[in-house]
């Protein structure tokens, strides 16, 4: 299970124009930190192609290494060995090119909503007009629905709201593409459906090349077109991919009993369980302790014969 | 609604929680929930300042020698008065003596307008004369208008004395300490570098640092007069003494901040790509703001502790030095005024740690913790 498979032609797989170039392919990417006794392999051999213009979606469970994998595509780590490649550039280091919505939101408490979007905007687009620039953060205020809070620091905002504003500050930075690590992780339930709702509208207008990490399945298939498990780490390394053939734009309510959606689901997850469950199995197995070798030693007794006891 | 969150905001941000019952209760919220709050911060402080006055009398009654005597809290009370009625009739009578001064330099200044007139209409050597005591008479005048009253300092110019000692100290303090900080916080090297310095220097009192920043002031006064600088030798001696003394909390808790600031934060400038010094000003100084303002707290507290003591030694004429002259003088009213400036010491400490507790409040956004 250490070589990932992508794409296997599957039986089933309906004819489609060949795949476009991708935009970013990792390569035989390992990952681990520490040295010595305390190294820990967090990923081993991913290889992935990101595809221009495609929503790709990577599922796993928690602890499996998937903030790793956003941290290296981001380029803010540097992969062990391997390489990843966008637009036949390897990833040196961080770049607006790839924007990045983290999981806890990472806003700057002392800005407010539209000083927090300003910060990338002024940086990423310097050569603009003061007022162009003001449009834009205030189009991307406006486009998560905010703009009645434009004046409020993240501490006076819910958590759905502050992804919001995370959302804005990544997307206003018009990457080439959109790393999303765990976006919605942190919110509750409901806060949860409607952001995955507004994030299929914002993608499904801008079309614009993403790749969300996640643990939740559905949302992996009501937003994705591919979805690559994550087998567990340590040495975690990519499962075979899942096309997600559902007509765009899709429907949250009406998916929940369209039986692609559920026949997905299910393979998706019976996959990740089996492969948890292996993963497992080999943890148990590999770590049973060697036979240890026992001395030739016979039992004796040592009782003190009866006669001689007083 | 506003103005009541509004309120209670700035209760909160300027650590006055004896404010927030109050502002409930305008607003029209529960009367039993607030009178209980009325209770917690305002009749039981009260209620813990009486008795211990009543303890102080009742040891004033009791600590008593053949030539001494520790004041009752009246004594004290009067002590104090007295001090402040001293002040007034000193600036009254400096006021009195400054306009006669005055109005001697305005006659003095027509005179020498009358002689220089008559300067005009003379000839030859008569014109000289005249012109001579003319420029006398104006000199006079000016120095009659610059005159400033010498008499001895007052209580109230010893408070102001020592504020502005304490403020210039904490103010060097602030400029060496922030910048190190900053630079250890940035720099592991750095800061293993200047940490055997912290840590030896850190708890040094400040008697032992004083000869040396007696000397230091010595040597940069060398060769010149009295009068010539802008800072007096005493003052500057206590100023350097306090900002030796309380360099060292604001240094600490800046490197703590500047070390601490948050990765994601980070992470949000490696991905803009920030230019090292964006990365300063926008991301690293407002994150560790809190903890820097954290450690100037402590640093004021301590500068105005050691002030005190500093001013005694260094004879810079304010609280340390009336507290050691009273000492010395040892009249009826010694203990009485001692005690008051003690109090008066620790409200001005009081007030001095509130402004650094608001101003810490409001560079932490979302937690401003209570006093």
């Known amino acids: ?127 603009w007009s003061r007022g162009e620039r003001r449009d834009h953060v205030e189009k991307f205020i406006e486009m998560v629905g905010l703009s009645h809070a434009v004046h409020r620091r993240p501490h006076e905002l819910s958590g759905g709201m502050r992804q919001r504003v995370s959302l804005a500050r990544t997307l206003a930075m018009k990457p080439n593409v959109l790393l999303l690590d765990e976006p919605l992780s942190a919110l509750d339930a409901l806060t949860r459906s409607v952001l995955q709702e507004e994030i299929l509208k914002i993608w499904e207008e801008e079309r614009q090349t993403c790749l969300l990490i996640t643990n939740d399945v559905d949302e992996a298939i009501l937003l994705a077109d591919r979805i690559v498990p994550l087998n567990p780490g340590p040495n975690a390394s990519l499962g075979p991919a899942f096309s997600v053939e559902l007509e765009r734009p899709r429907d949250k309510t009406a998916l929940n009993h369209n039986e692609t959606f559920k026949g997905l689901r299910n393979a998706v997850t019976n996959y990740l369980v089996a492969v948890r469950q292996k993963s497992r199995d080999d943890e148990a197995l590999a770590s049973e302790a060697p036979p240890i070798e026992l001395p030739e030693l016979q039992p004796r007794s040592l009782r003190v014969p009866r006669g001689r006891a007083g | 609604m506003n103005w009541r969150g ?56 009791t600590v008593v020698t053949d ?76 120095q009659a208008a610059n005159y400033r009253p010498s008499s001895a300092p007052t209580f109230v110019d010893q408070i102001i004395t020592s504020l502005k000692t304490v403020f210039v100290g904490f103010a060097i303090a602030t ?29 040094v ?74 990365q300063l000003f926008k991301i690293i100084l407002p994150a560790s703001l809190p903890l820097m303002f954290a450690g100037l707290r402590i640093s004021l507290g301590v500068g105005w502790m050691v002030l005190i003591a500093a001013d005694m030694l260094a004879q810079n004429p304010g609280l340390g030095k009336f507290v050691w002259d009273e000492f010395q003088n ?18 001005i400490g009081l007030l001095l740690d509130r402004i650094m507790i608001f101003m810490r409040n409001l560079v932490s956004f979302g937690d401003p913790q209570a006093a």
């Open chain 1, 1 to 127: 299970m250490s070589v990932a498979v992508l794409d296997r032609p599957r039986s089933k797989a309906i004819a489609r124009p060949a795949p476009p170039d991708p935009l970013i392919s990792m390569r035989a990417v390992c990952k681990g930190y520490g040295s010595g006794v305390t190294r820990n392999e967090v990923l081993s051999n991913i290889n992935l192609n990101l595809r221009k213009g495609e929503f790709l979606a990577i599922v796993g469970f928690s602890g499996s290494g998937k903030t790793t994998l956003t941290k290296l595509l981001a380029g803010l780590e540097i992969p062990d060995s391997g390489e990843i490649v966008m637009d036949n550039e390897i990833i040196k280091g961080p770049s607006q090119e790839r924007g990045i919505v983290f999981q806890n939101y990472s806003l700057l408490p002392w800005l407010t909503v539209r000083g927090n979007i300003a910060l990338s905007v002024d940086r990423v687009f310097k050569h």
């Open chain 2, 6 to 61: 509004n309120a209670l905001k700035f209760c909160d941000v300027a650590g006055l929680p004896a404010l927030e019952p109050f502002v409930r209760l305008l607003a029209g919220e529960d009367v039993k929930e607030q009178l209980k709050g009325i209770a917690k911060f305002v009749v039981l402080p009260v209620a813990a300042v009486a008795v211990f006055l009543l303890l102080w009398s009742a040891a004033a009654r």
């Open chain 2, 67 to 142: 030539s001494m005597q520790l004041p009752s809290p009246t004594d004290t009370w009067t002590a104090g008065k007295e001090l402040f009625a001293m002040h007034s009739a000193q600036r009254a009578e400096d006021l009195k003596v400054k306009q006669e001064k005055t109005m001697q330099a305005v006659t003095l200044l027509a005179q020498a307008n009358s002689v220089t007139k008559q300067a005009e209409s003379a000839t030859g050597e008569r014109k000289e004369t005249l012109l001579a005591n003319a420029l006398v008479l104006k000199k006079k005048a000016v």
């Open chain 2, 175 to 203: 400029l060496i300490a922030v910048p190190i900080g900053v630079l250890c916080g940035m720099s592991p090297w750095c800061n293993a570098a200047l940490t055997p310095f912290i840590q030896i220097f850190k708890p």
């Open chain 2, 205 to 278: 009192s400040p008697l032992a640092w004083l000869p040396l920043a007696f000397l230091i002031i010595v040597w940069a006064y060398s060769g010149t007069k009295p009068g010539e600088n802008f800072f007096d030798k005493a003052f500057l001696i206590s100023a350097i003494t306090v900002s030796l003394c309380s360099l060292w909390p604001t240094l600490v808790n800046t490197t703590l901040g500047v070390a601490s600031v948050d990765k994601d934060y980070m992470n949000v400038a490696r991905v803009l790509k920030l230019s090292w010094s964006q």
């Open chain 2, 330 to 347: 040892g009249s009826s009213q010694t203990y009485a005024r001692i005690a008051f400036s003690v109090i008066i010491i620790g409200l």
